[in-house]
């Protein structure tokens, strides 16, 4: 079985950073596009980020200039490396990865819980 576990999340002030970081364990996988999403009480689970194997990137608007993915291969890692935070930034950050085992299938993490408040 295959599994995203994520860690990193916490409450940080606005203006601050924040690193959060989710790692596929498991055996005989391959790993392709991982994310990172993020739902708002009381609002839809958005995309924030997402990058390729080969590290072509895509960020969602709000996000763009402050927030930065980016992966390892070999450790099957991606990390959401959040700068200049703002209080709605404040979510539950989920892991997502397109992953092979023996067919091609969606995995999520269990959530990470990010809130930027003063």
């Known amino acids: 079985q295959v599994q995203l576990v994520e860690s990193g999340g916490g409450l940080v002030q606005p203006g601050g950073s924040l690193r959060v970081s989710c790692a596929a364990s498991?055996?005989?996988?391959?790993?392709?596009?991982m994310g990172w999403y993020r739902q708002a009480p009381g609002k839809q689970r958005e995309l924030v980020a997402r990058?390729?194997?080969?590290?072509?990137?895509n960020y969602a608007d709000s996000v763009k200039g402050r927030f930065t993915i980016s992966r390892d291969n070999a450790k099957n890692t991606v990390y959401l490396q959040m700068n200049s935070l703002k209080s709605e930034d404040t979510a539950i950050y989920y892991c997502?990865?397109?992953?092979?085992?023996?067919?091609?299938?969606?995995?999520w993490g269990q959530g990470t819980q990010v809130t930027v408040s003063s």
């Open positions: 990058v390729s194997r080969a590290g072509r990137t």
């Open positions: 997502y990865a397109d992953i092979l085992v023996s067919t091609m299938m969606g995995y």
């Open positions: 498991g055996t005989r996988f391959s790993v392709y596009v």
